[in-house]
């Protein structure tokens, strides 16, 4: 029999989906992004398993990691650095303990049960999410088939056109830091 902490890491989606995507990461042969989802599968085992029950930080410590001037000067850094460098690969593999510790945080307060519009809403993005991990999915899977990866083009492909340009890449970076940014401003105020 299963342990509590096995089943609730069993039942936990987000380990599912990591452990599937790094899987599939070995049968694209990016080397790169199966380390990066490997990574991303054990953290989040380990985070669903409890087996590091206590925060990194303090809520007001994120505060001040979490300000706009920090985001600012990283959307600035990351904008003008050329994508796939050596140098920003760096600055991700720097930053990386640092939002671990930003986002490690144990809830002990009792979840509310949503309301009909919150699981209508729940359900709706769930369905957009699923519908369009199964885009990626299916599109990556016919391009390697078909040996081309414009024939049935990927969000990324489609997108990297834009991420070519500065203006294109800057835009991509402060939306990406800002939503970011939001979700951690928003774990705050709880």
């Given at each position: ?23 599939f990461q070995i049968f694209r042969g990016s080397f790169g992004d199966t380390i990066i989802f490997g990574l991303a599968a054990i953290l989040i085992a380990v985070a ?6 206590q925060d990194f930080l303090d809520r007001k410590q994120v505060r001040l990691v979490a300000s706009l001037p920090v985001a600012l000067g990283l959307a600035l850094t ?113």
């Amino acid at each position: 029999m299963l342990s509590k902490s096995a089943r609730k890491l069993l039942r936990n989606p987000w380990v599912w989906f990591f452990v599937t995507t790094c899987a599939f990461q070995i049968f694209r042969g990016s080397f790169g992004d199966t380390i990066i989802f490997g990574l991303a599968a054990i953290l989040i085992a380990v985070a669903a398993s409890d087996a590091i029950p206590q925060d990194f930080l303090d809520r007001k410590q994120v505060r001040l990691v979490a300000s706009l001037p920090v985001a600012l000067g990283l959307a600035l850094t990351l904008t003008l650095l050329p994508r796939h460098s050596a140098i920003h690969a760096t600055i991700f593999i720097a930053v990386l303990p640092i939002v671990l510790a930003l986002v490690w945080h144990r809830d002990p307060a009792e979840k509310l049960k949503p309301n009909g519009e919150q699981k209508r809403a729940r359900t709706i993005w769930a369905g957009l999410c699923v519908g369009m991990c199964l885009w990626e999915l299916g599109a990556n899977i016919l391009g390697q088939l078909n040996n081309t990866l414009y024939a049935f083009p990927t969000i990324s492909i489609l997108l990297d056109p834009a991420l070519d340009t500065l203006l294109g890449q800057g835009v991509f970076v402060v939306v990406w830091l800002a939503v970011g940014w939001g979700f951690l401003r928003l774990g705050v105020k709880r």
